[in-house]
Nanobody
Framework: QVQLLESGGGLVQAGASLRLSCAASGRTLDYYHMAWFRQAPGKEREFVAAIVWSGESTIYAGSEKDRFTISRDAAKNTVYLQMHSLKPEDTAVYYC??????????????????WGRGTQVTVSS
């Protein structure tokens, strides 16, 4: 079982940067895939980025690859999402999630059994 806790969200102006953090704990944590999803009001939860805990592989949603970077600090059991050039359309609750290893890094919410409670990111124009 994995426990996840997000932090780092807030209210920023368009063009600003934020770094979200996800502190993870649990058994066999090194073998989990970690991901960030986001969900805006009235919309489905969407994939943002994912990383193998070891850091050997990362994937991004196509629309965010140029602005967002996912990384991890194994010593701190923490995964980060560095976001630059934020836009109002980035406004959402951002969720950290974890999944068991698979042939490919999962990108669907239903493939991630462990979730944090989310952190709100609001970007004003």
């Amino acid at each position: 079982q994995v426990q996840l806790l997000e932090s780092g969200g807030g209210l920023v102006q368009a063009g600003a940067s934020l770094r979200l953090s996800c502190a993870a704990s649990g058994r066999t944590l090194d073998y989990y895939h970690m991901a960030w999803f986001r969900q805006a009001p009235g919309k489905e939860r969407e994939f943002v980025a994912a990383i193998v805990w070891s850091g050997e592989s990362t994937i991004y949603a196509g629309s965010e690859k140029d602005r967002f970077t996912i990384s991890r600090d194994a010593a701190k059991n923490t995964v980060y999402l560095q976001m630059h050039s934020l836009k109002p359309e980035d406004t959402a609750v951002y969720y950290c999630s974890a999944a068991s290893p698979a042939a490919q890094i999962p990108t669907r919410p239903q493939e991630y059994p462990y979730w944090g409670r989310g952190t709100q990111v609001t970007v004003s124009s």
